[in-house]
């Protein structure tokens, strides 16, 4: 089997959703059960990049161009036509959140993560066979930074995240910065400046709080005003969110080395993901690390 590392880095704000209000959000992103982190599932990463793949092969609008995508694309994404159904070569997990953008009261927003989240992506970079990413634990009530980081409140020695006035730590002998812009396709520079290694506890917090909730509603076009039970808030991953999860390409397909190029050719790709994306929203690049 073929093993690929899948990266999704949001451009625009993303929904995901689950199809379900929970609490006073109409319109909630997907999250992890366990962790209460933001996801994205595997079956819509595969959806859009199929999309992206038929891009270049669908020559006009008529069915039978479609229907040429699909087949020149079976070996990958599996066959849609029920008399030669056939399962595709690809398959991609869950995108894990590895890098969260959060507000700060100095250096504008800082990329957060915790020693949890790294640890929940070295576990799918083993399974890659690729390298590893160094992980140190915060200790509570802290941030541990780099020494160029931009997120030091200068007047007060602290880091203030949100709502969240956190201690400073320097990045110790196990500094991630390095790997973390391979894997994101960050700058390193950049990316130092603004990494913030949290507790896990934090990092859960600001996921679930930190997000953007609009408020939508549809007009009547006689009245003009809010059709009855028609508003609605929506939850967001903010702009600058990086996932992480596996794609893996069945090594005994008779196509398989068809199939891992093809996947390889969707690297630095830009896709549509989720929901609004007539309203600009959901705009993702994707990283494919061979």
Same mark, same amino acid.
């Given at each position: 089997?073929?093993?690929?590392? @899948?990266?999704?880095? *949001? ?10 209000? /929970?609490?006073?959000?109409? @319109?909630?992103?997907?999250?992890? %059960? ?27 609008? =008529?069915?039978?161009? !479609? #229907? ?6 079976? +070996?990958?994404? !599996?066959?849609? #036509? ?14 894990? &959140?590895? $890098? ?10 800082? +990329? ?21 990413? !160094? /992980? ?26 949100? #709502?969240?006035?956190? *201690? ?29 290694? @949290? ?6 917090? $600001? *996921? ?8 939508? /509603? ?5 009245? %003009? *005003? ?19 999860? $596996?794609?893996?390409? =069945?090594?005994?397909?008779? #196509? ?6 093809? $996947? ?5 790709? +830009? &896709?549509?993901?989720?929901?609004? !994306? ?5 705009? &993702?690049?994707?990283? /494919?690390?061979?």
């Amino acid at each position: 089997m073929h093993h690929r590392i @899948l990266t999704l880095r *949001t451009i625009t704000p993303l929904h995901v959703g689950t199809g379900q209000s /929970v609490g006073t959000t109409d @319109l909630p992103i997907a999250r992890e %059960r366990t962790t209460g982190w933001p996801m994205v599932p595997g079956s819509s990463v595969k959806g859009a990049l199929k999309e992206v793949a038929r891009e270049g092969r669908v020559t006009s609008r =008529d069915k039978a161009s !479609g #229907d040429q995508a699909d087949k020149d694309l079976a +070996y990958l994404f !599996g066959s849609p #036509d029920s008399r030669n159904a056939a399962a595709g070569a690809l398959a991609i997990t869950d995108l894990r &959140c590895l $890098l969260f953008p959060v507000r700060s009261v100095a250096g504008t927003f800082a +990329y957060a993560t915790s020693s949890g989240a790294i640890q929940r992506a070295n576990e799918l970079l083993a399974a890659a066979g690729k390298a590893t990413v !160094g /992980v140190e634990a915060a200790p509570d009530g802290t941030a541990i930074v780099s020494a160029t980081t931009v997120l030091k409140v200068a007047t007060l020695g602290r880091v203030v995240l949100e #709502d969240l006035d956190l *201690t400073p730590r320097d990045l110790g002998g196990a500094d991630p910065t390095s790997r973390l812009a391979a894997l994101t396709g960050i700058a390193e520079a950049e990316l130092g400046k603004r990494l913030a290694v @949290l507790p896990d506890d934090i990092f859960t917090y $600001l *996921t679930k709080t930190a997000t953007e909730v609009t408020t939508h /509603v549809t007009l009547d076009f006689v009245t %003009r *005003t809010a059709s009855p039970g028609m508003l609605r808030s929506e939850e967001r991953v903010p702009s600058e969110a990086m996932f992480l999860g $596996l794609a893996m390409v =069945d090594g005994l397909s008779k #196509d398989k080395d068809k199939a891992t190029q093809h $996947l390889d050719a969707l690297n630095g790709k +830009y &896709c549509q993901f989720g929901g609004k !994306g007539s309203v600009g929203n959901g705009l &993702c690049r994707v990283g /494919v690390t061979s």
